[in-house]
């Protein structure tokens, strides 16, 4: 039976279908696809909305984003699923009511696997894109690795519902991969220090961090092999995922507060009354001055820690409120004009190193040649 042959015999059995269908079935599909086809956007939103307060209550936060992209995908599944109900009530003739069903769900898995690569990116950022001091994760190659995955299991689908024997190129897939796979030994496990990088949040995009005590810079980006890192001198470096993974790796940016640590030496002709004196006013200046963390368990430490040669050492130690390094710098500053004006107020110095050299005459001598 050639092509026309065929084409005749569908239609043909389609007008013995018309003649035959049940008029009242076809007006009650007819109705129920308009019914649900007008209400689908209200019964979407109402589907998504108790979706968001399911997640709600296990402490996640649905982004506006996904919100949009599945109340357009869940109104058209429930179009499609009413043409699935009308078309099983119908009872079209096999060879149409097959097409009709491969066609719906062709339209089905288009409409799942393409909310499924819109929602890559705004899924992987609120699974990875934890907000510590304010920053973001960058996990762009996550949402390339998702949305790879997404298309390859959606063309698999398609053909599957086509009844398309991918067997072989499954096979063939497989041998590649496998040669790929040894030939992409490093990629691998830098993709997998990357994300062991990210599940530990050691640190972030625009994090300050110090690697194994040789290079400070800045994380500009974080990808499928490397991180980069742009130094103070504006250089950027690609360092591999994996060697970062088995760094030790300082991170700034996570400090909370920044240490304000000084040594003041006092001339040794400093007395007990002035020590004292002098101690005291910078306690209350420390407890005072509203530049320090005075929590509970915060370090406040004001105490004569030495005697050098030439003078007597006093520590002042303690911790700002904020990282911030511009606000260190003020509160240093205001601490080292305040440690002058309490050594003039008590009428004693700032030790200096000096040298006494004692000059005295030839042995033998009583008097200097004449």
Excluded at 67 to 90: C, Q, R
Excluded at 107 to 126: D, E, K, Q, R, T
Excluded at 203 to 219: A, K, L, P, Y
């Amino acid at each position: 039976m050639n092509f026309g042959e065929t084409l005749a015999s569908v239609f043909s059995r389609l007008k013995t279908w018309v003649f035959f269908a049940d008029v009242e079935d076809v007006i009650l599909a007819s109705v129920f696809v308009v019914v649900i086809f007008l209400a689908r956007k209200p019964l979407s939103r109402l589907i998504v909305k108790s979706l968001n307060n399911l997640m709600t209550h296990l402490a996640v936060s649905m982004p506006d984003e996904a919100k949009n992209e599945l109340e357009s995908k869940t109104s058209i599944l429930l179009v499609v699923g009413a043409l699935f109900i009308a078309a099983d009530v119908l009872q079209f003739p096999v060879l149409a009511g097959g097409l009709i069903n491969k066609v719906l769900a062709s339209v089905a898995l288009i409409a799942v696997f393409s909310g499924w690569y819109n929602l890559c990116g705004p899924f992987v950022s609120l699974l990875g894109g934890y907000n510590r001091l304010e920053i973001n994760v960058e996990s762009s190659w996550m949402k390339r690795a998702a949305r790879f995955g997404v298309i390859l299991f959606g063309i698999s689908a398609l053909l599957t519902v086509w009844k398309v024997d991918i067997s072989g190129a499954m096979t063939g897939v497989g041998v590649l991969g496998a040669g790929v796979a040894i030939a992409a030994q490093d990629l691998v496990r830098n993709l997998v220090a990357g994300m062991n990088n990210q599940s530990e949040k050691r640190f972030t995009e625009g994090d300050v961090v110090e690697i194994e005590g040789n290079f400070i810079g800045v994380v500009e980006q974080i990808d499928l092999r490397s991180t980069v890192l742009r130094g103070f001198d504006q250089i950027p470096r690609y360092i591999p995922n994996s060697d970062l993974s088995n760094a030790v790796v300082l991170n700034y940016s996570q400090l909370r507060t920044r240490r304000v640590k000084k040594i003041i030496s006092l001339v040794l002709s400093c007395t007990d009354q002035q020590l004292k004196g002098f101690k005291q006013d910078l306690r209350d200046y420390m407890l005072n001055s509203g530049d320090y963390d005075l929590s509970d368990g915060a370090p406040q430490y004001v105490n004569i820690v030495g005697l050098s040669e030439n003078a007597i050492e006093v520590l002042f130690y303690a911790r700002t409120k904020t990282a911030d390094y511009q606000n260190f710098l003020d509160v240093d500053e205001r601490l080292t004009l305040k440690i002058l004006e309490i050594s003039r107020r008590h009428d004693t110095a700032i030790a200096y190193p000096t040298q006494t050299i004692d000059m005295k005459s030839p042995l033998g001598s009583d008097r200097p040649d004449t």
